[in-house]
């Protein structure tokens, strides 16, 4: 599954990505932010599962995945300067987007005990220059020193389930999936969730919005 699922997201187009994460975003509740002109999008299980992208305005991203069961979770380790070089190799005003910035439910901080600086978790760090996909030189190093599968243990695989990458990206998709894992008491509630999921999906026919109610993106300092 991991080659499969990296070759299908490396294989979408980066404006679909966004889209999908825009969508999925919303279906989650989870609420857009601004950061560094960088637009953030997130997605979450409740349990500790994660996935984090940054769109920036010059047409790159940054892709965080986090599971707290796998072997790429530093939590209990608690290593600053481990979590640090991860990021190796991702263009630096990118790795500022997830440093020395205020903790979330998907974005926890490990702390460096020396300056205080912070960096987000992630058990996989993900980035594209505009046209291709890459995995982060300093998790992909790590994992294959510890010979790690890096799309499992980053949580890759899991976290990015939602977003179908090579398969149809659909209202009647997503619903499908959630009937799958039992979601829905009955035939009522999931009819009535694929309504509102179409509604989402038609707000975001032409990409994701970039304004709130306020005339602006909320921002994220």
């Known amino acids: 599954m991991s080659d499969d699922t990296w070759d299908a997201f490396r294989a979408t187009p980066l404006a679909e990505v966004r889209r999908r994460a825009a969508i999925v975003d919303e279906i989650v509740e989870v609420a857009p932010v ?34 707290h069961e796998a072997e790429l979770n530093l939590y209990a380790e608690g290593d600053y300067a481990l979590q640090r070089s991860f990021y190796d190799g991702v263009p630096e005003d990118l790795v500022r987007l997830a440093r020395n910035r205020p903790e979330n439910y998907e974005s926890l901080n490990l702390t460096d005990p020396q300056t205080k600086d912070t960096i987000h978790y992630a058990g996989g760090v993900f980035w594209c220059d505009g046209t291709e996909w890459r995995v982060a030189d300093g998790v992909a190093g790590y994992c294959r020193r510890k010979k790690l599968d890096l799309f499992n243990e980053s949580g890759f695989d899991y976290c990015l ?19 799958e894992e039992g979601w829905y ?19 975001h026919t032409d990409g994701p919005p970039e304004a709130d109610a306020s005339g602006g993106p909320p921002a994220l300092r």
Do not use: C, K
Request: charged letters at 35%; glycine letters at 12%.
């Open 34 to 67: 601004t950061v560094d002109g960088a637009r953030r999008f997130g997605w979450n299980d409740g349990g500790g599962q994660s996935a984090v992208w940054y769109f920036t305005e010059d047409g790159r991203g940054l892709l965080l995945t986090f599971d």
């Open 161 to 179: 389930q939602d977003y179908r990458f090579g398969r149809d990206f659909t209202p009647e998709g997503v619903v499908e999936d959630r009937a």
């Open 185 to 203: 008491a009955d035939e009522r509630a999931q009819e009535a969730e694929l309504a509102a999921i179409r509604e989402i999906f038609a707000r």
